[in-house]
């Protein structure tokens, strides 16, 4: 779904331009997403992150503040403590249209502004940080050669990413007394730590401060050669699915009622790269996984094909009929593994008329334990008996093989 293109008062008064990634399936819960110093809601990691968790079932608001990107106000009038005011009028906007935020994501200073919001949102079950400097006032050493001119003269131009930004002296003095250990301390909210080994702009011992600042739960997790603003779609993406995976502990992401007809409600498949193949796919709001195509027919290879989980399928559900089968007898079966082939590749297939040829899916069945050869015997023609085997059975040929 379409990021939606929304506006809401920031701490001023004036309006903030915000996206709103919802997903396309259910709305499990919300995360608000503060980006890193001078950036803006469309960086790319704000974009990839936000784009991954809504996949996930996660919504997420991400927005420009005050003064930067098509935001209203003067940046040269903002402060970190302007940054926090402006999370909290975020989070008061999502409240107001019963999607209270759940989940604060931070980018570098966005990662300190979080930490210092998350004690005043009561709701807030759990924060993220990337990249985030334990000190904010770090943020200063990006412009240290003008800071003798903001002091005396109340405001200086600077470049900082080969673009001018105007900084007042009242930015300067404000993220220079910053704190935040007792906010970090004072924090009821779980916290995850993503950050970098080798970030040359904020230093992994800032990681270490936070963490060591915060009392359980809490988690670390290093993004091994990530840049700072982890420009890589593939970092993004791990970051990504690294929050979503650890958020489900904490918060309440309580799944809605299963559509009639379908018991195990809508599994419902959603592209994620319109340059590739890449496949967010969510059964309810426990399991998530991705399908793709192998790099040699246009895909990324980040997740089991179409025929994949085809055989994915088949193979699961014949383990699973077994192993009741045996369980309701009593027998002795320690262990099946299932080994599925396939001829086909889908991107492959999917160019041709396969008019009525039958599909073969080859099933090596290994069985352990003290079994008997009759025993053995009949649990392979259980196998066969497998429903999604008679599904397939319907239109293709499934050949099995009992393996010793």
């Keep these: 779904?379409?990021?939606?293109?929304?506006?809401?008062?920031?701490?001023?008064?004036?309006?903030?331009?915000?996206?709103?990634?919802?997903?396309?399936?259910?709305?499990?819960?919300?995360?608000?997403?503060?980006?890193?110093?001078?950036?803006?809601?469309?960086?790319?990691?704000?974009?990839?992150?936000?784009?991954?968790?809504?996949?996930?079932?996660?919504?997420?608001?991400?927005?420009?503040?005050?003064?930067l990107g098509h935001s209203q106000g003067e940046f040269a009038n903002t402060s970190f403590t302007s940054n926090v005011d402006d999370l909290i009028a975020a989070s008061r906007f999502l409240e107001g249209r019963g999607m209270a935020p759940a989940l604060l994501i931070g980018h570098s200073l966005g990662g300190a502004a979080v930490l210092k919001t998350a004690p005043q949102l009561p709701q807030v079950k759990a924060v993220a940080t990337i990249g985030a400097p334990f000190d904010p006032g770090h943020v200063t050493h990006n412009f240290a050669d003008a800071l003798p001119r903001i002091r005396a003269e109340g405001a200086a131009e600077v470049s900082l990413g080969g673009r001018p930004f105007r900084i007042g002296k009242a930015f300067v003095e404000d993220v220079s007394e910053v704190a935040l250990a007792p906010a970090i301390a004072g924090m009821k909210a779980a916290l995850l730590v993503l950050h970098a080994p080798t970030d040359a702009i904020v230093g992994i011992d800032n990681a270490s401060q936070i963490f060591l600042a915060a009392k359980h739960p809490k988690s670390f997790v290093t993004l091994d050669g990530a840049d700072h603003l982890v420009t890589r779609a593939r970092d993004a993406e791990y970051a990504a699915g690294v929050i979503?995976?650890?958020?489900?502990?904490?918060?309440?992401?309580?799944?809605?009622?299963?559509?009639?007809?379908?018991?195990?409600?809508?599994?419902?498949?959603?592209?994620?790269?319109?340059?590739?193949?890449?496949?967010?796919i969510n059964s309810g709001p426990h399991h998530h996984v991705l399908a793709d195509e192998p790099h040699a027919y246009g895909g990324t290879n980040k997740g089991m094909s179409p025929y994949g989980f085809l055989s994915a399928g088949l193979g699961a559900c014949t383990s699973m009929t077994i192993r009741m089968y045996a369980r309701r007898k009593g027998w002795p079966l320690a262990h099946v593994s299932v080994d599925v082939c396939h001829d086909k590749v889908h991107a492959q297939d999917a160019e041709t008329r396969s008019g009525d040829k039958i599909d073969t899916w080859r099933r090596r069945i290994r069985l352990t334990g003290d079994l008997s050869a009759e025993q053995r015997q009949r649990l392979l023609e259980i196998a066969d008996k497998c429903p999604v085997h008679r599904t397939l059975e319907r239109s293709s040929e499934v050949v099995t093989e009992l393996v010793d």
């Design 244 to 280: 979503a995976t650890w958020a489900g502990r904490y918060l309440p992401l309580a799944p809605p009622a299963p559509p009639p007809g379908a018991p195990e409600g809508v599994l419902r498949v959603s592209e994620a790269d319109a340059e590739g193949f890449l496949q967010d």
């Design 1 to 67: 779904m379409a990021p939606q293109r929304i506006t809401f008062p920031g701490h001023d008064g004036g309006l903030l331009a915000a996206r709103l990634d919802m997903p396309e399936g259910p709305h499990l819960a919300t995360a608000l997403f503060a980006h890193c110093f001078t950036c803006g809601k469309d960086i790319p990691a704000a974009r990839r992150i936000a784009a991954r968790l809504a996949g996930m079932g996660i919504a997420v608001l991400r927005f420009d503040f005050t003064g």
